[in-house]
C-alpha cells in the first residue's frame, strides 16, 4: 500500500483550523506535532514564572502571553509556537494581525524566546536559530534539561545544558550553561536563576 502524501497547508489555513490547539505548529506547509510531556510542560512553567517575576521586578513593559504564534517569514507557511515567547507590549500596535490573531511576525515585538529540547531537537539547534534570527529576535534560549541534542551542541560529554543565544549583527553568538551555573541573560541582567532550579523534581 503506497504512502498517502500529507497535505501542504497555507499559513491562512493552519490559523483557521489549529489556532487554538496548541500542539500543532506549521513547518513549511507540513502539520507537526509538538505534544509535550509533563516533564517539559514543569520546565517551561518554572522558567516562565521565574522571567514572568524578573519582568515584574525590573518594570519592563513586557509580558508572557499564554500562547502565541511567531510568523517568521511571511512568504512561507511556517508558524512557530515556542514555549515561551516574552512579548512587547509597546510593540504590538504594529503588529498586522495582534488585534485579531495571537500571531506575531515582526520581530522588534519580541524579547525573547525559549524553546525546552524534545526529542525533536534538531529543529531547536539548527532551524529555529536561523528562522529567529532572520526574524530580528534579540535573545533565544535553547533549554536541554536531559541532555539530547547532538555532541556538536551541547559538547562531550552530553548533558543537561542551557544555551543561551544572543543576537549580535544579525548572528547569534551562543554561550552555554551547565547544571550548578548562574545562566547569564543579556536582557534581563539583574536576573539570576539555574538550570538546577526549573528541573522537574
Not at 548562574?182 to 536582557?187: F, R
Request: aromatic letters at 10%.
Amino acid at each position: 500500500m503506497a504512502d498517502t502524501p500529507q497535505k501542504i497547508l497555507t499559513f491562512e489555513t493552519f490559523l483557521d483550523r489549529y489556532c487554538d490547539n496548541f500542539r500543532y505548529e506549521l513547518a513549511d506547509g507540513e502539520l507537526v506535532d509538538r505534544s509535550p510531556t509533563g516533564p517539559h510542560e514543569t520546565v517551561s512553567g518554572k522558567l516562565a514564572t521565574q522571567i514572568g517575576i524578573a519582568i515584574a521586578a525590573e518594570k519592563l513593559p513586557w509580558f508572557i502571553p499564554r500562547t502565541c504564534l511567531i510568523r517568521p517569514f511571511s512568504d512561507a507557511a511556517t508558524a512557530r509556537l515556542p514555549d515561551i515567547v516574552v512579548l512587547d507590549e509597546t510593540a504590538l500596535v504594529s503588529e498586522p494581525l495582534w488585534e485579531r490573531e495571537p500571531v506575531i511576525s515582526l520581530g522588534g515585538s519580541i524579547k525573547l524566546v525559549v524553546e525546552v529540547v524534545s526529542t525533536n531537537w534538531e529543529t531547536d539547534y539548527a532551524r529555529k536559530v536561523e528562522e529567529y534570527a532572520l526574524l530580528g529576535i534579540p535573545e533565544y534560549w535553547i533549554v536541554d534539561y536531559r541532555g539530547l541534542g547532538g555532541a556538536v551542541f551541547i559538547g562531550k560529554p552530553k548533558q543537561p545544558t542551557v544555551t543561551v543565544c544572543e543576537l549580535i549583527d544579525e548572528e547569534y553568538v551562543q554561550q552555554k550553561f551547565r547544571l550548578g551555573q548562574p545562566i547569564i541573560s543579556p536582557l534581563l541582567k539583574t536576573w539570576q536563576i539555574r538550570l538546577d532550579d526549573i528541573l522537574p523534581r
